[in-house]
């Protein structure tokens, strides 16, 4: 029998638990996925986003950065309408904004791609404060604030950086961890 940690008590969350979260992305649309389904999760439970997370998926591109980065204020209006999705208008709005940003790294950084960034910037201010949490989501935070990320708070930078594998915050009972 496997041991879990307790959020995995249905069927999408032991699947979610057992096959993503806390395993690192190989793709910078899949950290890109992460970091806006956390963005979206603010202020709801995380069984609402996988819940939604199809209806997301189609709504948004498939995550796809060049794609989501072309959409505009129509885009948003339509946005709004559907009802598979969280209809939270500076959510949507962030999503591709964030996307833009996103691409902006890929395009003016020595850093080959938004995932690599993502993960040396991460594993780099780990280091720089010693493993100090508060600290490397705060600092994270405000890096991505500065290049003109939104809905990036320092617990949503927490989870994301569970997400993507960055800390390992699987209960010590759990057989993952």
């Known amino acids: 029998m496997i041991t879990r940690c307790q959020f995995a008590n249905t069927p999408d969350m032991i699947a979610y638990h057992d096959e ?3 395993q690192a992305k190989t793709t910078s649309q899949e950290v890109f996925e992460a970091l806006c389904l956390e963005s979206m999760q603010a ?9 939604k997370r199809p209806a997301l998926r189609a709504a948004f591109a498939d995550f796809d950065m060049d794609a989501l980065a072309k959409f505009n204020e129509t885009d948003v209006e339509r ?3 559907n009802e598979g999705i969280i209809r939270h208008r500076q959510k949507i709005q962030a999503m591709i904004n964030n996307a833009q940003c996103a691409l902006a790294i890929e395009e003016d950084t020595h850093f080959p791609s938004f995932r690599d960034f993502i993960y040396q910037k991460a594993l780099q201010l780990v280091a720089e404060f010693d493993g100090n949490e508060a600290e490397v989501n705060k600092a994270l935070m405000k890096l ?3 290049r003109g990320f939104k809905f990036v708070g320092p617990t949503t930078i927490e989870s994301f ?3 993507i594998g960055v800390y390992n915050h699987h209960e010590p009972r759990c ?3």
């Open 20 to 22: 993503e979260w806390g």
């Open 43 to 51: 202020g709801l439970s995380w069984a609402i986003i996988l819940k």
């Open 79 to 81: 946005l709004m309408l």
């Open 144 to 146: 991505l604030k500065k």
């Open 161 to 163: 950086l569970e997400t």
């Open 175 to 177: 057989d993952f961890r």
